[in-house]
């Protein structure tokens, strides 16, 4: 038996890692998932604005890992990680490992409020809240084009939060509705779409071209913004503000932010505040070196020590890190500190129209579609044929 690498996730940076690893035919690698697919969460956009089908933004993970001589795919859920004992016990039996690659991503952080409102929100974060999303609006469209009465109703939906997914998911969906209502001859009047931001725009942060370009569409599309205010409370399919107005809601999504995997809380090492977990300059454990963290579950930082927004390329920089440590480690060659940096910023505004940051030039409009459509294609294809090759393993181990 060679050395035992068990990857958590099959993430961005869990897939990173994987394919990184599997070059070595002397490692044994184990990829644990809850789910049997990839979720390309870069075009999850896409799906709930209904602009692509489900199976255009996944990947599978048993046909990926079967193209792979000395992977093995596991579709268990992680209900506990055991450092001491090196153990990771699952739904269904446990596995142990040499060294653990932890890549379980985050989750969206909700809103406290009643139980009911639970019902109609959701965030999209995963296949299924982006379907579920997607399911709820064209059911409402749906009820509007049956019935004339319906189609004069007001039907309000609140984003909570206007970063980087609460902007796409805001422009995504009013160009949608937009869209429909015109081809379809019917009025959009009554249908709105509010976008909550805490700070004084939307994508805080950013360069200042790139947030007036974003702005200017959204209010091209009509979507209602509402900046310099906080959601201070949900009652009663009401959001309160911060400045005690209230927006009564059909729909709310939750897009004000990420917090790590729920079975990262339980695990007893240092976290920040989001739950995610510290590491050391090589992405490992600080009290335990054959544990490294990648992508949305540690707290990564670039090499001045600032720390980084929750990305896909991040996540992969992050996970490629971690696998050629491991490789260097069992070379008995030295580890190198992760360099992790945001290479550029590719933003969804709605139909074939985006704004790309690459520092030092900036892009909008329909060329920048093309090149964020261009750049999501360079990550997905490459995985699509991979995974295909690992489906005619299967197919023709089973004849």
């Not at 600032?306 to 992050?318: E, R, V, Y």
Request: net charge positive; proline share 4%.
């Amino acid at each position: 038996m060679g050395h035992h690498v068990v990857i958590l996730g099959g993430s961005y940076g869990g897939i990173a890692a994987m394919r990184r690893l599997s070059k070595n035919p002397d490692l044994n690698i184990t990829l644990i998932d809850q789910h049997p697919y990839h979720f390309l969460q870069t075009e999850s956009y896409e799906l709930i604005s209904s602009n692509t089908s489900f199976e255009e933004t996944i990947v599978s993970l048993p046909a990926l890992a079967a193209n792979y001589d000395h992977v093995t795919y596991k579709h268990r859920k992680v209900e506990s990680i055991d450092l001491e004992n090196r153990v990771v016990r699952l739904s269904s039996g446990e596995c142990s490992y040499d060294t653990l690659i932890i890549a379980l991503g985050s989750v969206t952080k909700r809103f406290e409020c009643d139980e009911g409102i639970y019902n109609y929100s959701g965030g999209p974060k995963s296949l299924r809240g982006a379907l579920r999303l997607n399911q709820f609006f064209q059911t409402e469209l749906y009820k509007r084009l049956e019935s004339a009465e319906k189609a004069k109703e007001n039907f309000n939906i609140v984003v909570g939060g206007a970063g980087l997914s609460g902007v796409e998911i805001a422009a995504g969906m009013q160009h949608f509705f937009n869209r429909y209502y015109r081809s379809n001859a019917l009025s959009c009047a009554t249908l709105h779409i509010h976008l909550i931001a805490s700070r004084e725009s939307v994508l805080h942060g950013m360069h200042p071209q790139i947030i007036r370009i974003a702005t200017r569409r959204l209010e091209k599309l009509r979507v209602k913004l509402h900046t310099r205010k906080r959601i201070t409370a949900i009652e009663d399919h009401r959001v309160i503000l911060s400045d005690e107005s209230l927006i009564p809601f059909d729909f709310m999504i939750f897009a004000g932010g990420t917090m790590a995997a729920p079975v990262l809380q339980d695990l007893d090492i240092p976290k920040n505040q989001k739950g995610q977990c510290l590491v050391n300059p090589y992405l490992q454990l600080e009290s335990d070196s054959d544990v490294y963290v990648v992508g949305d579950a540690a707290a990564l930082c670039d090499k001045a020590g600032n720390p980084l927004p929750p990305t896909a390329q991040t996540a992969i920089q992050s996970g490629e890190t971690a696998a050629h440590n491991i490789l260097n480690t069992l070379s008995r060659q030295v580890p190198q500190k992760a360099d992790l940096s945001i290479k550029g910023i590719a933003i969804a505004l709605g139909g074939r129209y985006a704004a790309i940051d690459l520092k030092y030039l900036r892009i909008k409009g329909y060329p920048a579609y093309l090149i964020k459509k261009l750049i999501e294609r360079l990550y997905k294809w490459p995985l699509r044929w991979q995974a295909l090759r690992g489906y005619r393993r299967i197919s023709s181990c089973r004849i």
